[in-house]
């Protein structure tokens, strides 16, 4: 069993396309993530939910829109693509912000996003 | 806010050697560290971590880390690599105080070769 589930795995679009990258945890977790791993391997902190409330939105461009139908469910959205778009997006979570499993997250495996 | 430096963007080792990748942070605040690894095409796994107590962590896979407040460091170590140990390693800090998110460093390439 998947603990933390992203789909899809591989994405291939055209610039200017909407796409979409849903993510999917079963650890009953209430906190989730959305990184951004470049080309270089950097990881950067981009969104994060709480109980599907947003609590972080680091300096990300409006075409990016998180959305959490419950707390078990992180998508991203992404509007009129760009070709430095194209990177890793990882999914991760963790338990509540207090408790002791907070600090440590556990990641999906990640969907790489090209864009032409 | 915590940063993380990795000073070593890449480590080539050969198998059976002992390895170190350092890793050093900036807070005002009292801090929480971890090292995540990534095989290649994966996601990122946790390794270790310190949170408080004991200033020498053992992860999995025989990895180590010493918790150092004063050179503010968090460097890891093996005594001995196997090939399967080639991956990216990051290291990552968030503050013990508020926060939700994890800060990674840049990663540290580890290849092991016979």
């Known amino acids: 069993d998947t603990a933390v589930s992203q789909t899809p795995k591989y994405l291939v679009t055209q610039m200017g396309n909407d796409k979409s990258i849903k993510c999917e945890q079963n650890l009953g977790h209430d906190t989730m993530y959305w990184y951004k791993q470049d080309s270089k391997k950097f990881l950067k902190i981009m969104f994060s939910?709480?109980?599907?409330?947003?609590?972080i939105n680091e300096t990300v461009p409006n075409r990016f829109s998180p959305k959490s139908p419950d707390k078990a469910h992180l998508n991203l959205h992404i509007n009129s693509l760009e070709l430095g778009d194209s990177a890793v997006y990882f999914c991760?979570?963790?338990?509540?912000?207090?408790?002791?499993?907070?600090?440590?997250?556990?990641f999906g495996a990640g969907s790489r996003l090209t864009v032409l | 806010a915590q940063s993380v430096t990795q000073l070593d963007s890449q480590v080539p080792v050969f198998e059976e050697a002992p390895v170190e990748l350092r890793c050093n942070y900036s807070s005002s605040v009292s801090v929480y560290l971890f090292w995540y690894v990534q095989y290649p095409n994966q996601g990122l796994q946790l390794l270790l971590k310190?949170?408080?107590?004991?200033?020498l962590v053992k992860g999995i896979n025989g990895f180590e880390a010493e918790f150092n407040k004063s050179q503010t460091s968090f460097h890891l170590r093996k005594p001995s690599v196997h090939i399967s140990d080639t991956a990216e390693y990051f290291c990552?800090?968030?503050?013990?105080?508020?926060?939700?998110?994890?800060?990674f460093g840049k990663g540290t390439s580890l290849l092991v070769t016979p």
């Open positions: 991760a979570s963790s338990q509540e912000p207090g408790s002791t499993g907070a600090n440590v997250l556990t």
């Open positions: 990552a800090v968030k503050s013990a105080n508020s926060g939700y998110a994890l800060n």
């Open positions: 310190y949170l408080s107590g004991s200033t």
């Open positions: 939910y709480n109980n599907k409330e947003l609590i």
